[in-house]
Nanobody, 122 residues
């Protein structure tokens, strides 16, 4: 059974940092594109970042450019999201996802995790 499990969320003050992790199990994901999405209360799920299987191409949403960094360790089947200079508007449930090729839409992702809550508040 394929599973993506996120961890690392929590409560942090504005300006702080968190590192999210997403471990994949039940399949071989080394060639999959990995992505992070987030969903704030009352809002649509939105793209945050994505990384190709080799790590040579990374994509970021404009609101997080320069603050968030996506990376992956294929030997550990894990993708990370380092989040720095966090803002209250970054508060959301963060989801990791895996796609067999570079996705055009969220529906192109084949697998999704259950999400981890990130709350940025003083």
């Amino acid at each position: 059974q394929v599973q993506l499990v996120e961890s690392g969320g929590g409560l942090v003050q504005p300006g702080g940092s968190l590192r999210l992790s997403c471990v994949a199990s039940g399949g071989t994901f080394s060639t999959y594109v990995k992505g992070w999405y987030r969903q704030a209360p009352g809002k649509e799920r939105e793209f945050v970042a994505a990384i190709t299987w080799s790590g040579t191409a990374r994509y970021y949403a404009d609101p997080v450019k320069g603050r968030f960094t996506i990376s992956r360790d294929n030997a550990k089947n894990t993708v990370y999201l380092q989040m720095n200079s966090l803002k209250p508007e970054d508060t959301a449930v963060y989801y990791c996802a895996a796609a067999p090729k570079v996705p055009s839409t969220p529906s192109d992702y084949e697998y999704w995790g259950q999400g981890t809550q990130v709350t940025v508040s003083s």
